[in-house]
């Protein structure tokens, strides 16, 4: 009857020892897993707005001559293009 109860303490302990070392890995993972979320949102950031500077180059060349007039242009996307952002932040609340 002894034995019996200390193979079952024995195996209480082992439960316990398994399941903080789940936690501990559980944890772990999620921070990992912020980590590459926030990390995600950066790339997704960054690539937008590369795609934005490239359109918007794409499109003064194309459309203008002078340097004047392509930084005239560039400026007047650049506001367009914070003004839908507002907008879009406006809508997503």
Known sequence: ME???ERIQLGISKLKSLHQNVLIENDLLR???TTLKNKLKECENSSTLASQK???DGITDSS???EGEKKQM???INELVREVDKC?????Q
Request: charged share 15%.
């Open 3 to 5: 034995q019996q109860l």
């Open 31 to 33: 921070a990992e897993n």
């Open 54 to 56: 490239q359109l918007i």
């Open 64 to 66: 203008t001559s002078s």
């Open 74 to 76: 560039k400026l007047k």
């Open 88 to 92: 879009i932040a406006l809508l997503n």
